[in-house]
């Protein structure tokens, strides 16, 4: 597929960077003139750029060759580096283009209800924007130079927005946590751009994924690596997991914007886009398959033992992106399941977010699911809509995550061999265990006796913030039907990834489709057993077996890290301290007080008595006439 | 290398007189170096060190330099020493050193590089100047073939030709000298601190007590002893004329002419010396004065 | 006898001159023993004359009686002054210019 220069609207899609951007700009350098209309404003350019991306895409569609290039300006020009900053406008980009407006849009539209009352709606908004922008950037750059641009700029809107409220010990922690961990990825994003530049001297998509044969394999194993861990860094997975159920301090928009739809899925999106690269390098496909392996597992267990309805979300979002990892790292066969698992996961974990800010909203900002219950009747839209997305995500037959889990979950059989039915099994199983403890989230908030705290009154959202709700929970349940049957998907990316294959299979996928089924019941089954049929205790029992509190304690992850890096860490500050204090400012002081001491020791020669002063020049007498007596007879 | 012996011609021999005298005088200056340093009481030092300037006196004068040795023992010794025999009377009589040393190991490096310092020039001097031969100044001052007639014509005609410019300097160093001594040595005092002539004269008058200074001991003394009051004009003792410390004593008086000095055979002229003394109508010897007996003229 | 003699006699009055500054405190006596160490050159001067057969040495020592003789006028003037303002003639005395 030939990428074409852009013409048309295409040629004008920098708009879709620009109008966020420009939205930011206004709100945070307006300042107070701007809080009264900074958020119309705001949900505006998201709207505005979603008309743009949609009329792009149709334009899109219709032409021959569906990529086209836009040439902006040339960033960086230094002889031997060259990059052009530039848009690539082809199927991958638009789809990205839209998920991200249009969820964007929605959320926008519900946060206007959402921080009605907060001070600082303004500088939200504001945020919002430049996160938007941000991510646009990072899917429609043409090389990874722009996708890092963007990348670092989703980084940046992230941790402002965590730490929005920033009064707020535990959310500024959790941001410089967020921040901090998404660099150690960004690290390795940067050093795969490094060996691009050195090896091939170029980092366009296109110079690269056309040269990427010339490479020895050793290099393009190790830029396949670092992608990785840029990607793991992004997205939350393993061992960069423990960031994200943190990030759930900042407000559930962000939440629900930033990561469950868009920037945890920037780290899908780079290795898509980098296909030529691991379709070169299997030892980096591999590890990309284990890592999604990995984290599913772990954002499962862990989630089955959360008691904040945030947190059980955000560890499900873990969960899912490992599958999307599962899924592009099985390759060809894959690209395209994971992409559409993507999008439908944007919409019902979008939905599931908003819900969960409904939920809170209406209980006075409490997460803990032990003092909820039965707000089926007191919550009836935020129920449905949020029942919906449930069932999409836990795989209910015919509803978005159906399709789109299964279809990853046959790819992975069909990769054959043991490595298949270990991927496949995990996969499984990481359904099994979505099923149960989406369950039991659904039984301990909306079902059951009421548990309420004194002077809780949950009430409905107001329709601003339950119309988005209503649209995302028509995506959950229709996305992933016409992502993968009605428009597939693979035939739309095409351009991107090839022709899709139709590998044999090795299970028939009906086969799939009811073992997933029964799975799913299971889980469900289990779920009402353990925590629907008895009271549930408000407080959290105690004693517990050695999985749950492995599980409570998100496997551990934190204490790791913590004696892994931050004890190390903190011990080579000190350290360096220590040795700043001693060492440098020793050095320096030493030598102020050596020459202090020494000059005021020296000073006690000065007696004051003339007989000491001539003795000295006695002294002195004594040495001259010896050294002449010396050179004149010796 | 002996620099002054290469550029010698032959010189003189030193007479043994000459050797007797330094022989003689050496141990004498030197111990009046060494009495100079290490008696405790300044005036014997200053003492000490008049001798030694004597015995250099005499050094030059065996060396061919009377002028000089003259100098310094009628400049040097005569007026310098007694200067400071002058102001040591003044500031440094009562002001004796004490034995121990204030400084800690003052007179230990003292000795010790004193040692040091006279072996070294002492041994590089002979070293030096072993061989140096004696030229004598007789070609200089000796009076043949032009040159001058003695050592002062001598040192007049190389003071007054090639040292004029040195010796007026020094002359004008001199005069600063004495000046700067006045300068340093003058009390700044307040007018009207210290009564002048004028009113010391005026406040005698005004006491009406005794107009005149007072007489000094012995004035109009009859005795050969300061222990003898002076005599007013009236004869009587003056009491304020004693001197303070010394009592009044009986002496021994010459007679008076005119009473009993005829049998003495004194002074066989006429009047005698008392008759320039005048009789006062014949009282011999008055009262003594005591204290107290009279009122004082 | 040669005047090596003398010359060595120079130099040991000259060392006994500057000990005496050394060890001495009566700043007169000090003083003293700074006469004694131009004395002791004098002799050296002296001895020299009579040795090149020139008479510059003698010249040169009677200028050097001049100028001890102005220096012992304000050297003893100032040690009066002195004596006048602290009531002392030590030369430790004066050791205000110290550490």
Not at chain 1, 81 to 94: I, N
Not at chain 1, 428 to 447: I, K, P, Q
Not at chain 1, 552 to 576: H, I
Not at chain 2, 83 to 94: A, E, I
Request: aromatic share 8%.
């Amino acid at each position: 597929m030939e990428t074409v220069p852009a013409s048309g609207l295409i040629a004008a899609s920098w708009l879709l960077v620009a109008l966020p951007l420009a939205g930011a700009a206004v709100l945070l350098l307006g300042g107070r003139r701007t809080d009264r209309w900074g958020h119309l404003l705001a949900t505006g350019t998201v709207v505005a750029a979603f008309g743009i991306g949609l009329a792009c895409t149709v334009q899109l569609a219709g032409l021959d060759e569906r990529s086209a290039s836009v040439e902006l300006f040339t960033f960086i020009r230094t002889g031997n580096l060259d990059v052009e900053a530039g848009l690539l406008f082809d199927p991958l980009s638009a789809t990205f283009v839209l998920l991200i407006t249009g969820v964007g849009a929605l959320i926008h539209v519900y946060s206007i209800g959402y921080m009605a009352h907060d001070p600082g709606r303004r500088r939200f908004f504001a945020y919002l924007n430049l996160f938007v922008a941000a991510m646009l950037l990072l899917v429609l750059g043409n090389s990874y130079v722009a996708l890092y641009v963007g990348w670092e700029g989703v980084g940046l809107a992230s941790y402002l927005l965590i730490a929005f409220w920033y009064t707020r010990p535990a959310a500024a922690t959790a941001a410089k946590k967020a921040f901090i961990m998404n660099r150690v990825g960004d690290v390795g994003l940067a050093l795969a751009i490094f060996i691009m530049f050195a090896q091939l001297g170029t980092t366009s998509y296109a110079g690269v994924h056309g040269s990427v044969g010339l490479l020895a394999g050793g290099t393009v194993t190790a830029i396949g690596l670092l992608l990785l861990l840029g990607a793991c860094g992004k997205s939350g997975q393993f061992p960069l997991q423990a960031w994200l159920p943190d990030a759930m301090e900042g407000p559930t928009p962000v939440s629900a914007l930033i990561h469950a739809a868009t920037m945890v899925t920037a780290g899908v999106y780079l290795i898509a886009r980098s296909a030529p690269v691991f379709d070169s390098t299997p030892t980096a496909r591999t590890v990309v398959l284990v890592i999604g392996a990995i984290t599913l597992m772990i954002g499962a267990i862990v989630g089955c033992a959360y008691d904040d309805i945030k947190k059980v979300l955000a560890y499900s979002t873990v969960s899912q992106i490992g599958y999307m990892f599962l899924a592009v790292g099985l390759g060809p066969v894959g690209y395209a399941a994971g992409i559409a698992h993507l999008v439908a996961h944007g919409f019902f974990k979008a939905g599931l977010f908003l819900g969960a800010g409904s939920v809170m909203h209406a209980m006075g900002d409490r997460t803990d699911m032990r003092r909820f219950g039965g707000l089926a009747k007191k919550l009836p839209v935020t129920f449905v809509t949020f029942g919906l997305g449930y069932l999409a995500l836990i795989g209910f037959p015919l509803l978005s995550g159906y399709w789109t889990k299964d279809a990853i979950i046959e790819a992975a059989f069909d990769r054959g061999g043991t490595s298949g039915w270990v991927l496949g099994g995990v996969a499984v199983l990481g359904a099994g265990l979505t099923a149960f403890y989406m369950t039991r989230l659904m039984l301990m908030t909306f079902f059951g006796r009421a548990r309420w705290e004194d002077g809780v009154h949950p009430h409905e959202s107001p329709t601003v913030m339950t119309a988005p709700m209503v649209v995302l929970a028509v995506g959950s349940v229709a996305a992933g039907f016409l992502l993968v049957e009605a428009f597939p998907l693979a035939g739309w990316l095409e351009p991107v990834f090839g022709e899709p294959e139709e590998a044999a299979h090795v299970v028939a996928p009906l086969t799939v489709s009811i073992t997933l089924f029964v799975v799913m019941l299971l889980g469900a089954a289990a779920a009402w057993l353990f925590v629907g049929r008895r009271e549930v205790p408000t407080t959290a029992p105690a004693r517990v077996s050695p999985v749950v509190r492995a599980a409570r304690n998100a496997l551990y992850a934190d204490t790791v890290n913590e004696s892994l890096f931050m004890r190390p860490g903190m011990w080579l500050t000190r350290a360096l301290v220590w040795l700043d204090n001693r060492g440098v400012d020793g050095v320096v002081n030493g030598t102020a007080a050596a020459l202090g001491g020494s000059s005021s020791r020296l000073g006690r020669a000065q007696t004051g008595f003339v007989r000491s002063y001539a003795l000295g020049m006695l002294g002195g007498a004594v040495l001259v006439a010896g050294a002449l007596v010396a050179v004149t007879t010796g | 290398m002996n620099v002054l012996a290469a550029a010698a011609t032959e010189g003189v021999e030193i007479g043994t007189g000459e050797t007797v005298v330094f022989w003689v005088l050496a141990p004498i200056a030197l111990a009046g170096a060494l009495g100079m340093v290490l008696s405790r009481n300044a005036v014997h030092s200053a003492l000490w060190l008049v001798n030694t300037m004597l015995a250099l006196g005499v050094f030059y004068v065996v060396q061919e330099a009377p002028f000089l040795g003259a100098v310094q023992i009628i400049v040097y010794t005569g007026a310098i020493m007694i200067l400071f025999l002058f102001v040591l009377m003044l500031v440094g009589r009562d002001t004796s050193d004490s034995v121990v040393e204030t400084l800690r190991g003052q007179r230990i490096a003292a000795i010790v590089l004193g040692i040091g310092f006279a072996g070294l020039v002492g041994a590089g001097i002979a070293e030096a100047t072993r061989d140096l031969p004696v030229t004598g100044l007789e070609a200089v001052q000796g009076g043949a073939g032009g040159a001058a007639d003695g050592n002062v014509p001598a040192i007049a005609e190389l003071l007054f030709t090639r040292y004029l410019l040195a010796f007026e300097v020094t002359s004008a160093l001199l005069i600063t000298a004495a000046v700067g001594a006045m300068v340093l040595a003058h009390t700044e005092r307040e007018p009207g601190s210290r009564p002048s002539q004028k009113e010391l004269s005026r406040a005698r008058f005004l006491s009406g007590e005794h107009p005149q200074t007072l007489p000094g001991p012995g004035v109009y003394a009859r005795a050969n002893s300061i222990a003898a009051p002076g005599r007013l004009p009236d004869g009587s003792p003056s009491p304020a004329s004693f001197s303070t410390g010394v009592q009044p004593q009986v002496v021994d008086e010459l007679p008076h002419t005119g009473s009993v000095g005829a049998e003495r055979d004194g002074l066989a002229h006429s009047g005698g010396t008392d008759a320039a003394l005048g009789t006062l109508g014949g009282d011999t010897t008055g009262p003594v004065p005591g204290s107290g007996e009279g009122a004082p003229r | 006898m040669t005047i090596t003699n003398y010359l060595v006699l120079a130099a040991i009055l000259f060392t006994i001159g500057a000990v005496g500054v050394l060890v001495r405190r009566n700043a007169i006596v000090v003083f003293m023993c700074v006469e004694l160490m131009l004395n002791s050159v004098n002799l050296t001067l002296v001895t020299f004359a009579r040795s090149t057969g020139t008479v510059d040495g003698q010249l040169i020592a009677f200028f050097v009686m001049v100028v001890a003789a102005a220096e012992v006028v304000v050297g003893l003037a100032i040690i009066m002054s002195v004596y006048r303002t602290r009531r002392s003639a030590s030369v430790d005395d004066v050791n205000l210019l110290k550490y």
